[in-house]
């Protein structure tokens, strides 16, 4: 009622955001509408910024309905009310009866409202809202910041040691109640530790904090659910995030909608996950542990294993087998595993997922491998993928074994894999792939065996440099073409489309040869690869055509390629999505775009953690940023742990990018051994003359190239090298190189012209544009040049849009 005004916590803090939003709804005489999760304070911080005024309180629970106490005052006085617990509202007659007194008490201009729910503006309350716009306050409005969670420990004469604070930090999310609790029970604890004592101690005591908020949701929010929320919420509760279908397919409920949009209306536990077409529905962190918990403790195993099931069965329809697997392995179903397994087998690394999976094919009991001929393909290149040579062999070799066994389709369908083994297995190298791809075409010629799909690009913008290293067949790329190209590209089927005119464009592109040649084949591959082919050669072809498109100067184009292509692939396409997006960091390093390339490496894999072979791609270009961000030291880690990859595998295009990098890494940190890489690249690259593996490094191997003493065995070749080397620097000033502090100032004049080289305008325009002459406009150039640290227009211009001047 009105003369129960909620107490003042004496050591309260108002969080910033919560407050200046109050102040304004106060202001402007605007409804407040106040809404988190249980423990957020919202009741703490409506009575807390009144607490100098008078106001009337009121709880939705308790309101006398027939007697409609929050209307018909005739006192003249501006009246203060807060209308607390709106969620618990839940028949229509109560909704409605409410409804019509806000609706009243907003027209009053005398009545200022503050009105407090767990949950978001609900259906029944929406026409109010949008027709008088309350003032949001949000959960995370009323969370406690960084700062603030230290304020509010100094309150009680707390002082955390840094690694407790950061824990504090993750574990609380900024809920006062968390602070509250966890304070208290600092606060008890005895003054005199040691260092290991006490990081212990608020260890132990920040899990207890949360053990007791999980209490607390337990005791004071589940208990005001009817039993069918409670059960619906505890059920979905075994995955983390949820759609309308998995909902329906977990608790058998047909109308889960209906249990989701009430549960959104109870409290605000569900964080919507929308698309345009889409809605995905996720669980806050706490309530859903405390949710799982309870599902242990309230629930049959018989019960827990049929929502396991359940979940499986709708993650294997969406096509995401990791969650499924783990749905499986929870409720015990060995033969759902096996299953998937087989079926991701059957896939080739580019789109099956090995390493993801490594645990669960490695658990598997070997007799049940023995008599699946995909599951030993799968455990051979699974093995040869984590680089366990002798393991995949033993794997081929009792996948031989069982094909000799074999009749029928069985024994087709083994000979198929050994021959799929033979092809993509990373240890085979390339020495003896023509004879083996041959050998295949005759059997298809003569008996029409099928053979399963296999990409020689694994995801990377190369024919050359992607499942397998090509470099050798490069050293006789026109020969190989005609002898083997057709046949290979009928052989490979999808991945064939295009092959051929795709290799040899990346070959001509490499060894600097014409680009409007390499450029037409490159096109040309790619019309092939659209028209019934797969995207993985159509990356290559975007590949090709964007490291043409830098060499021109013409960044832009390449970037919009990438955008274009990257925008056209399904999202379900993982592995081929990462590429794209390491291709897209390796362009936009050439301009410095620093911000963009900082978001896409959070998605770049963890090397520390563990070092995977397949995201060699993703590595090498990891490497690069490391250079241009000045962490000299973990590119150089990371670059030797790709060497002994490089050097196992035979994988020699890698090998001469590694060492490249290392040369410019070790210069760096002035180690002489960068002088050995650079001549250990420079001669392996001359043997296939791979221009474009030397000059595409531009601005960060100039230096070297120029003012080192090298053995060169080919003139024409170290000239071009030495061309295109200058003419990428040229252009590309700042490529990996270390920002230095603070910005180029430039006047107006000078920015307008840059504006106009970049707009395709020459100097006698320029100078007739701006009233200039001729002379003027080439003074302020030059001294633009000089500024930007770079000797011509197109080298400003890069310069110019890297540092945002225009």
């Keep these: 009622m009105s003369d129960r005004r909620p107490a003042v916590d004496e050591k309260y803090l108002r969080p910033k955001k919560a407050n200046d939003l109050m102040k304004s709804a106060q202001n402007i005489h605007q409804a ?9 304070g919202k009741t703490s911080f409506a009575a807390d910024y009144l607490s100098r005024r008078k106001y009337e309180y009121y709880s939705a629970a308790e309101i006398d309905f027939s ?30 009866i409410v ?68 824990k504090l930090h993750e574990c609380g999310g900024g809920m006062p109640l968390f602070f509250r609790i ?44 009817n039993m069918e929320m409670q059960e619906f919420l505890a059920d979905i509760s075994i995955v983390d ?39 995905v529905y996720a669980m806050r962190p706490a309530m859903i542990i405390s949710l799982r918990r309870r599902l242990l403790n309230k629930s049959s195993k018989n019960h827990i294993d049929s929502l396991y099931a359940s979940a499986g069965t709708c993650y294997e329809m969406q096509g995401k087998l990791q969650e499924a697997l783990e749905m499986y392995q929870k409720c015990h179903q060995k033969e759902s595993i096996s299953r998937l ?20 094919y ?81 059997r298809i010629a003569q008996k029409g065996t099928c053979f399963p799909e296999i990409s020689l690009t694994n995801n990377q913008p190369s024919i050359m440099n992607g499942g397998k290293d090509f470099c050798d067949w490069s050293k006789n790329d026109r020969a190989m073409a005609a002898a083997i190209g057709k046949p290979v590209e009928l052989l490979l089927g999808k991945f064939g489309k295009g092959l051929v005119d795709l290799a040899l464009a990346e070959s001509y592109a490499e060894k600097g040869m014409d680009n409007y040649e390499a450029a037409v084949l490159a096109g040309k591959g790619r019309m092939q690869a659209e028209s019934g082919g797969k995207k993985e050669q159509v990356f290559v072809a975007v590949g090709i055509l964007s490291q043409l498109s830098i060499i021109n100067n013409h960044i832009k184009d390449a970037l919009e390629s990438v955008e274009s292509f990257r925008a056209g692939c399904d999202s379900s396409s993982i592995q081929l999505l990462r590429g794209i997006d390491a291709l897209k960091i390796r362009i936009l390093l050439y301009i410095s775009h620093t911000n963009e390339i900082a978001e896409l490496m959070k998605q770049m894999p963890d090397e520390d953690k563990e070092f995977c072979t397949l995201e060699r791609f993703r590595y090498i270009t990891k490497a690069r940023v490391y250079l241009a961000m000045g962490k000299k030291d973990k590119a150089i880690l990371l670059l030797e742990r790709m060497t002994v990859y490089a050097e196992k595998r035979n994988r020699t295009y890698l090998l001469m990018e590694i060492q490249i990098l290392l040369a410019i890494a070790y210069s760096r940190i002035d180690n002489p051994k960068w002088k050995e890489y650079l001549q250990q690249a420079v001669s392996k690259a001359e043997e296939y003359h791979f221009v474009r593996i030397l000059s595409r490094e531009g601005a960060a191997l100039w230096e070297l190239l120029k003012g080192q003493e090298l053995t060169w065995q080919n003139e024409s070749f170290k000239r071009q090298v030495m061309h295109e080397c200058e003419q990428m620097a040229n ?3 700042s490529y990996l190189k270390e920002k230095k502090a603070g910005n180029v100032s430039l006047s107006d004049t000078a920015v307008k012209i840059l504006r106009m080289q970049a707009e395709g305008m020459n100097v006698s325009q320029i100078a007739d544009s701006i009233g200039l002459s001729k002379a003027g406009v080439k003074y302020y150039n030059q001294d633009t040049y000089k500024k930007l640290g770079v000797s011509s227009k197109g080298a400003a211009i890069n310069e110019a849009i890297n540092q945002k001047l225009i």
Aim: aromatic share 10%.
């Design 32 to 40: 407040a509408y106040i809404y988190g999760t249980t423990g957020f």
């Design 67 to 96: 007697q409609q106490e929050l209307s018909g005052s005739n006192d003249q006085k501006e009246r203060v009310i807060i209308i607390d617990d709106l969620h618990l509202l839940q028949t229509s007659e109560e909704r409605e």
């Design 99 to 166: 409804y019509k007194l806000l609706e009243e008490l907003m027209d009053d201009p005398k009545v200022w409202l503050v009105l407090i729910s767990r949950a978001p503006v609900p259906a029944w309350l929406k026409p109010l809202y949008i027709q008088h716009l309350f003032v949001m306050i949000r959960e995370e409005d009323l969370a406690f910041s960084e700062k603030e969670e230290a304020v509010y420990l100094n309150q009680w004469n707390l002082s955390l040691m840094h690694e407790s604070l950061k």
């Design 182 to 225: 966890m304070a208290m029970r600092l606060s008890q604890l005895p003054k005199e530790m040691n260092s290991t004592e006490r990081l212990k101690t608020e260890t132990e005591t920040i899990e207890a904090t949360r053990k007791d908020c999980w209490d607390y949701l337990e005791s004071h929010v589940y208990d005001q659910w």
């Design 241 to 279: 995030q949820f759609d309308l279908q998995m909902a329906q397919m977990i608790t058998k409920k047909n109308d889960a909608g209906r249990m989701i949009r009430e549960a959104e209306e109870t409290g605000n536990f569900l964080i919507e996950l929308s698309g345009f077409d889409h809605t």
């Design 341 to 360: 397994l087989i079926e991701n087998a059957r896939k080739h690394p580019g789109t099956g997922y090995y390493w993801e999976l490594k645990n669960y």
């Design 362 to 442: 490695l658990a598997l009991p070997e007799d049940i491998i023995l008599h699946s001929s995909e599951l030993m393909s799968g455990m051979s290149m699974l093995q040869s993928i984590m680089m366990n040579d002798e393991e995949s062999e033993r794997w081929y070799q009792a996948l031989a074994m069982y094909a000799k066994t074999q009749t029928g389709s069985s024994k087709r369908e083994a000979q198929a894999l050994l021959f799929y083994l033979d092809v993509a297995l990373p240890q085979r190298g390339t020495v003896h792939m023509k004879d083996v791809l041959m050998s295949a075409w005759t």
């Design 731 to 733: 252009l590309y000033p």
